[in-house]
């Protein structure tokens, strides 16, 4: 035996030594008529390693019924009167992490109880069969989808990873579902308003109203037009703008065509006849109105 086990044997016997001194046992006096006496749990000590999680000792008293004295009364009525003792408990003062069970006995303590487990440590629960630990610390049944529960803790199945929970297997996609959720490994589902880049699986970009043709879509039904261009709310798209397009069709912008029956004329689009109208205007009938003075 090492001189280490041999000083750490030594102070163990100490301790049960000066705790016996300090400890006054009681024994039940017969009075009137005994009972039984209330056990006094002197053994609260049931193992070495115990101590370990003691930082010192606490004396309480409290008192324990002996018996009862049977009193008579004025006028024959009777009175009964319970005797009680004081006694001393000794108690242990657990140290920080620790608690006194019912058995007053210093045991780690977990945030929760540490339901359907096993607190291992001070806030270091570990669950048992068929229990998983969430993240809030409490054991739950394992309804570990996508996985199995093994020790405790849910191990997920192959391109599944553990949630923030503890809880749930998720499935797991190599790259980051842009307006999207993983659904399925590898599998992208877009978030309404939201449709499939053509260029790339996995991310998904806004999708508008008729495309945003000649415009950008930058969110759900939101087009920003190009340069030149103005949204018409109704049709969801975007218009060519021209100058002085009366009476003609702006193709692009700034690029103007006239209608049939006008001829593009000083920026504008005019009447325009099929015979010559000399010294007149051609009204839109195909009509030739002369000047004043002329016919």
């Known amino acids: 035996m090492s001189l280490g086990s041999i000083t750490l044997f030594l102070c163990f016997l100490t301790f049960l030594v000066t705790l016996s001194s300090q400890y006054k046992i009681y024994r039940d006096e017969p009075t009137i008529q005994s009972i039984p006496s209330i056990s006094r749990n002197k053994k609260w000590i049931s ?39 004081r006694r001393i408990k000794t108690l242990p003062v657990c140290c920080d992490g620790y608690t006194r069970n019912k058995e007053d006995i210093c045991v780690p303590a977990c945030k929760g109880g540490c339901l359907n487990g096993w607190c291992l440590r001070p806030n270091v629960c570990v669950c048992s069969e068929d229990y998983v630990l969430n993240n809030l ?26 949630d923030v929970d503890s809880l749930t297997c998720k499935p797991t996609c190599n790259y980051t579902c842009e307006n999207g959720l993983c659904i399925a490994p590898n599998t992208c589902e877009c978030l309404p308003g939201y449709k499939k880049s053509p260029h790339i699986s996995y991310f998904c970009i806004p999708h508008c109203k ?46 103007c065509v006239c209608k049939k029956g006008f001829k593009r004329e000083n920026d504008s689009c005019v009447p325009m006849c099929e015979g010559r109208c000399f010294n007149g205007y051609c009204n839109q009938n195909d009509v030739c109105i002369c000047k004043t003075g002329y016919q």
Request: proline share 6%; aromatic share 8%.
């Open 137 to 162: 610390g409490h054991c739950v049944p394992c309804a570990c989808h996508h996985g199995a529960c093994v020790d405790g803790e849910c191990e997920c199945d192959k391109d599944y990873h553990l």
């Open 47 to 85: 193992s070495f390693q115990n101590m370990l999680y003691m930082c010192g000792i606490m004396q309480i008293s409290y008192d324990v019924p002996v018996g009862w004295l049977l009193r008579v009364g004025p006028y024959g009525i009777s009175n009964e009167q319970t005797l009680y003792e």
């Open 210 to 255: 008729n495309n945003c043709n000649n415009g950008q879509c930058t969110a759900p039904d939101f087009c920003i037009c190009n340069p030149g261009y103005n949204l018409n709310k109704e049709l969801g798209v975007c218009l060519p703008q021209c100058d002085n397009c009366q009476n003609g069709l702006c193709l692009h912008p700034n690029v």
